[in-house]
Each structure stands twice: as structure tokens, then as C-alpha cells.
């Protein structure tokens, strides 16, 4: 079954102390895998798209990376306004059809 | 520029009523997606419509649930006859390109069924 996991569901971080957040996926034939931050009551913000294994993509304190199962979104010397909820999502297979699949989400919270 | 907009940003309705729900998309966008985030849940896609073609309706839970996009642009979903289970957070996005662009989000339309 074509499914995204996120973990962990939940993380709480001390400002400055830098930490990974996991999406694991299994899809079959990857086109793109998209990150998004949403805080509460808003709308998914688009963060990055990524769409072949090593590539890197790097924004202020947030940087992604993939591999052909998983990607990371690494957040290093967070700062509270990091806060929110990250959630992952996946392009796949050989339909003409763009839909995203999307994790559950991990929801960050760093504390001064 | 401009975002994709939602509207109403807010709506309480009775079980049983109609309810119509409006997205206009960036402009120039030509795809265009709705999806259902309900509390605890992930973003569940319901419907996704590029250009002229027939749009991909494999996400939408009922026959109550429906969605029509005029001229390329604003769209509306409708349901009809609405259940508790449909409170939820509509949210609509919009992409240059339906198999590979990034996709921009609105802000959501907040749906109570009372």
C-alpha cells in the first residue's frame, strides 16, 4: 500500500538545540516529495519540493534531504517561531494526476 | 501577488443543509486540488481538475461530495446534504502544472455540522 510516515508525531526542542524530522515513504516511482510547515489555523506554507535521491535543499535554519526511501528535514539552532506543524507529502507513479499524499505530520515546539 | 483565496473562511451549518464552498486559484495557475483536513487526521485529497481535462474525482468520499471549476478558474465544492463526519477544514490549492508543480495552498474554509 502506498503510504508516508512521519516521526516522530511530536518533538519539543530547546531553542538552539538542533534535531532531525523523519518521512519515510513507500510509493512506487518517486516524482517529487514535497515539505510544508503549517501553523495553527493557516493553510500548508510551502518549504520544498525534492525529487531525486541526494539531492539537498536548504532555507535559513531548515534543510531537507532524500533518499530513495525517506527524507529528513534537518532544523538546526531552532528558534520558537519554528514552531508548527511540518508535514511531508509524495508525487508518485505514472498517472496524469498531481495529487499529494500527505504524512500525519510532526508537530515542533521549541521553547526559549 | 495574490494567493489562492477560500471563502467562506468559516462555515456552520445544520446536518442536512447544502453547503458550497469557493476557492479562486493564483492566477495563471491552470491545476488546481481540494483537500479534507479533519482533527487528528493528515490532508486527505478529494478532487483535482487541470485545464479541460476530465478531472480526478478518486478522492471524493461520497456522491454527496462534488466540485465544478468554470473557465479554468474559481472553483466550488458542494455537498449536499451534510453529515457530522464532514466537519472537517477544506483546503484548496493551486499549481502551475498538475504532474509535477509545487502546489500552493489557501488558507481553508472551516466547516461545523452541527
Known amino acids: 500500500e502506498d503510504q508516508v510516515t512521519q516521526s516522530p508525531e511530536a518533538l519539543r526542542l530547546q531553542e538552539g538545540e538542533s534535531s532531525s524530522l523523519n518521512c519515510s515513504y513507500t510509493?512506487?516511482?518517486?516524482?517529487?516529495l514535497f515539505w510544508y510547515r503549517q501553523d495553527p489555523g493557516k493553510g500548508p506554507e510551502f518549504l520544498f519540493t525534492?525529487?531525486?535521491a541526494g539531492e539537498e535543499k536548504e532555507k535559513e535554519r531548515l534543510k531537507a534531504t532524500l533518499t530513495k526511501k525517506e527524507s529528513f528535514l534537518h532544523i538546526t539552532a531552532p528558534k520558537p517561531e519554528d514552531s508548527a506543524t511540518y508535514l511531508c507529502?509524495?508525487?508518485?507513479?505514472?498517472?496524469?494526476?498531481?495529487?499529494?499524499?500527505f504524512g500525519q505530520g510532526t508537530t515542533l515546539q521549541v521553547k526559549p | 501577488g495574490a494567493g489562492v483565496s477560500q471563502s467562506p473562511s468559516n462555515k456552520v451549518t445544520e446536518k442536512g443543509k447544502d453547503v458550497e464552498l469557493r476557492c479562486d486559484p493564483i492566477?495563471?495557475?491552470?491545476?488546481l486540488y481540494w483537500y479534507r483536513q479533519s482533527l487528528g487526521q493528515g490532508l486527505e485529497f478529494l478532487i483535482y481538475?487541470?485545464?479541460?481535462?476530465?478531472?480526478?474525482k478518486s478522492g471524493l468520499p461520497s456522491d454527496r461530495f462534488s466540485a465544478e471549476r468554470t473557465g479554468g478558474s474559481v472553483s466550488t465544492l458542494t455537498i449536499q446534504r451534510t453529515q457530522q463526519e464532514d466537519s472537517a477544514v477544506y483546503l484548496c490549492?493551486?499549481?502551475?502544472?498538475?504532474?509535477?508543480?509545487?502546489?500552493?495552498f489557501g488558507p481553508g474554509t472551516r466547516l461545523l455540522v452541527l
Open positions: 490549492a493551486s499549481s502551475f502544472s498538475g504532474t509535477a508543480g509545487t502546489q500552493y
Open positions: 510509493v512506487s516511482g518517486l516524482r517529487g
Open positions: 525534492l525529487y531525486s
Open positions: 507529502a509524495v508525487q508518485f507513479g505514472s498517472s496524469n494526476t498531481g495529487k499529494l499524499i
Open positions: 492566477s495563471g495557475h491552470t491545476a
Open positions: 481538475f487541470q485545464g479541460n481535462s476530465a478531472p480526478d
